[in-house]
Each structure stands twice: as structure tokens, then as C-alpha cells.
């Protein structure tokens, strides 16, 4: 299996690029959608045998069979959740990254690698604001990390208490309902409790209602706040200012998940939301959502890096070559040892286009999402339900239930129109638009919106 065939081994990795190279330059690109288990069952079989089906056959069966049932997340009608459209420098190196078998944890064995990272983690913590000194690493997604971020600010905490002699052990986190649920599980996993902070009536979270939580429960149990800059249902961006004053005031660590909305600190017209987030403590933004990047890829950057080295690095005689060195290791800042260099691709894509290009084309997302809520008001059929802060729409359709809305989402699909589904606020149906893709135009809103007249 590993030795070299000149002809066998040029065989399947020409089948492999070749296929890569065809669907990096797919135009238009199909929407394609899921088949269930029976038909995946008769059309792809047992694919995994003893003697192997060989690279041709297997190939095949991914092309003309399993890839179609499986959603693109970036086709332009994609609409739901966060989609993910990568530029095609970022996914083409993505096919690069798999080559090169770089391991990404050390500065050892990935200098070259980290070097580039650091330099896309640097642009980003500079849209923040965030000190010189600040740095992070790229993780898996925005779940690896919040917990990541959470872990460190409790283990400052804690030692910060320790230090004192308080004999406090803070095991709170402040949020409101809106936090993305990753921020209710993380805290699951660490066995700590997560304490409501009520919203505004922008939805926001606010310093005000930060300091009544924080005093109504003892200020001293908490070992941070996790604000949000862009939630995933509506876009909203806290209050972060306000709720940056108050973490000062009683001593919390801040943590920003911007895990979606963190990309418009690029856009000019909409960066006055994030006033404060240059106070963070941590902060997290994926860019596989709207910083064009694939799957999978959360940027976590520390205020002082230093903190999430001592809660996060790991210990073994075998390591100390890497722990007891001067360099950078990304694996010292987040859970996890082993690590594939995930921010390459973002590297890649910014390098070869600029950062001007990703302003240009995050505005662009903008402008498509104020143009839908408009279009959205000047229809007498449709309500919607908050203004856009972001690029997230959400809406009613008058006179809808929830069937409704699901047979249209199912309709939708099955013609491989777009791919638009419900979501709920306070126990009502509506739809929404989360628009990160710069090849959603106008005229995609508009065919969409025509299709629930």
C-alpha cells in the first residue's frame, strides 16, 4: 500500500486532482442535496472490502454518487446556517495543505507554516484592535475555540483567586440566550454553569444588565463573559463597549465569539458595531464563514497569549524538545496536541488577492443583505423581524405555519433551487438569510422571495 507504483500511483492522484481541478472551476456550481440511506445503500453499496475497489472505481463512487448527495455550501442560493464559500486559491491550497504533510503544532516541524499563520492571525487581531502582543492559533471551529478561550480564563481566574488568598473557585459564565449553544456545551464539558443575562430590546447585551446578573449572583463566582459579534440567528452584535466597561470593573476575562460576525470588522460600514472588542481578552472568528476560507478554520487570539500557554501546554518528556523552547507552538494555545495548519488557506487566499479584496467583498455581502431587508418591506406577503445589523435577514412569511414554511424549504431542495431553511424565535416559525457568499446577487434574493408569493 505504501510502496510506489509509478503507474498505479500516477493513476489515482491524476483521478484525484483531476476531479479537484474540475470542481474548484465549476461554473455555475449545483446545489445537489442529500439521498437517503436506502438509495445511498443500492447506488454506492459496501465500499469498504478486503481487497479494495482500486483507486478508479472508488473515485467513481464519490464523483457520480456520494459528492452529489451532499449540499454545496457554497452555492450562491446556500442560505442556511453560516454557509462556507471559500475564494478558489483558499480551496485549491487546501489540496495543498494535504499534500505536504506539514504538522502545524509545532514551530519545530512547521516553521514556515506557523510564520504564515501568525501573519493571517495578525491582520485579524489588528481589525480588532487588539494589542501587538496579541496572538492565538487557528482551531477546528468556533466550538474548539470558545472552550478553548473558557478554559483559559478559568484557569486565570482561579489562580488569580489562589494568588490572592480569596479561596474563591469562580465556576460561572455570563451570556445571554442569544450565545451560539457551542457556549452552553463548552461549559457542560468543563462542569461549569452558564448564568442568563437578559437582552435589550435590540436583542443586545448590555453593561447594564451584565453588572445586575454579576451582583444578583455574586460577581466573585464568575470567571468570564461571553459576549457575541454577530449571533448566528440574527446577526446581532452586543453591546460590547458597555459590557467591556463592566468585565473592567469587576475583573472578568472578556471572550468575543465572533465566530460569524467577526469578518465585519473588515467592512467599514458596519465596524462601529464592534466598539470595545478591542478590549477583549479573547476573541474568536471562523473564517470558513465569511472570510472565505474552507472547512475547517476558527481564528482564537488572546490579549495575552502568555495566559493560554500556561493553562494550555502539555507536559511529556517526549515534548520537551518543543514546550522548552523559545518559539511559537500553536499547540500550547488551545485544547489539542495533534494539528494540520488550517490557516493556510486563508493565508493563501490573502496573500495572493490582498486585504482590500476581502473588504470589497465582505461590503459586497452587506450591501445584498440590506437590499433583501428592503425587498422584504416592500412586499406585502412578507415581515420582517429585526433589521440587519450583519448579513443575517430574518423573516416572516404572513399567514405561514410552521408546515408551511418546511414544505417550501422542501420544495426548494428538491428542485435544486436554493437551500433555505426555518429557524424559530420565541417559539415562532420564520426563515432567515445569512448571506456570506459574494456571488449571491440581488437577482438571487429577488427569485427567492418571488418563490413565496
Request: with cysteine; net charge negative.
Amino acid at each position: 500500500m505504501h510502496s510506489f507504483d509509478k503507474d498505479a500511483d500516477h493513476i489515482a492522484v491524476d483521478k484525484v486532482l483531476s476531479y479537484a481541478r474540475e470542481r474548484l472551476l465549476m461554473d455555475p456550481i449545483p446545489l445537489d442535496g442529500a439521498q437517503t440511506q436506502d438509495y445511498l445503500q443500492s447506488a454506492a453499496g459496501q465500499t469498504i472490502t478486503p481487497a479494495g475497489l482500486g483507486s478508479i472505481r472508488a473515485m467513481e463512487l464519490f464523483e457520480h454518487t456520494l459528492a452529489p448527495a451532499c449540499l454545496s455550501t457554497d452555492h450562491p442560493r446556500y442560505l442556511s446556517f453560516i454557509p462556507c464559500a471559500p475564494t478558489r486559491e483558499a480551496a485549491a491550497f487546501d489540496v495543498v495543505v494535504g499534500a505536504s504533510s506539514i504538522y502545524g503544532g509545532s514551530w519545530m516541524e512547521g516553521a514556515g507554516a506557523v510564520y504564515a499563520e501568525n501573519q493571517a492571525l495578525r491582520w485579524i487581531s489588528d481589525l480588532a484592535g487588539l494589542p501587538e502582543s496579541a496572538g492565538g492559533v487557528f482551531v477546528p471551529g468556533g466550538t474548539v475555540g470558545n472552550l478553548s478561550a473558557l478554559v483559559v480564563a478559568r484557569h486565570t481566574a482561579r489562580a488569580r483567586a489562589m494568588e490572592s488568598g480569596s479561596g474563591a473557585r469562580p465556576y460561572r459564565v455570563a451570556a445571554t440566550d442569544n450565545a451560539h449553544s457551542s457556549v452552553v456545551s463548552m461549559a457542560a464539558v468543563m462542569d461549569a454553569e452558564v448564568c442568563g443575562v437578559s437582552v435589550d430590546d435590540k436583542l443586545r447585551m448590555t453593561g447594564a444588565e451584565l453588572r445586575k446578573t454579576l451582583v444578583e449572583n455574586g460577581p466573585e463566582t464568575f470567571f468570564a463573559v461571553v459576549a457575541t459579534s454577530g449571533t448566528t440567528n440574527f446577526g446581532v452584535v452586543d453591546d460590547l463597549a458597555s459590557v467591556a466597561e463592566v468585565c473592567r470593573e469587576f475583573g472578568l476575562w472578556l471572550h468575543v465569539d465572533g465566530a460569524y460576525g467577526g469578518a465585519g470588522l473588515a467592512a467599514p460600514s458596519v465596524r462601529h458595531l464592534f466598539a470595545g472588542i478591542e478590549h477583549a481578552d479573547s476573541f474568536i472568528v471562523d473564517p470558513h464563514k465569511w472570510l472565505f476560507a474552507p472547512f475547517d478554520c476558527c481564528a482564537l487570539i488572546y490579549r495575552e497569549p502568555e495566559l493560554a500557554r500556561v493553562a494550555h501546554t502539555q507536559e511529556a518528556g517526549y515534548l520537551d524538545v518543543i514546550t522548552k523552547s523559545a518559539e511559537w507552538n500553536p499547540t500550547d494555545y488551545s485544547i489539542g496536541l495533534t494539528r494540520r495548519a488550517r490557516g493556510l488557506p486563508l493565508w493563501y487566499s490573502l496573500a495572493v488577492h490582498g486585504t482590500d479584496a476581502y473588504v470589497r467583498a465582505i461590503e459586497s455581502t452587506v450591501e445584498v443583505t440590506r437590499f433583501a431587508a428592503d425587498e422584504i418591506g416592500r412586499r406585502p406577503y412578507l415581515e420582517a423581524v429585526r433589521e440587519p445589523d450583519l448579513s443575517v435577514v430574518v423573516f416572516r412569511r404572513v399567514g405561514w405555519a410552521p408546515e408551511d414554511y418546511q414544505a417550501w424549504t422542501d420544495r426548494l431542495v428538491a428542485q435544486e433551487f436554493a437551500f433555505v431553511v426555518p429557524t424559530t424565535f420565541r417559539g415562532e416559525t420564520l426563515t432567515r438569510f445569512a448571506i456570506v457568499n459574494p456571488h449571491t446577487t440581488k437577482e438571487d434574493v429577488n427569485a427567492i422571495l418571488d418563490t413565496m408569493a
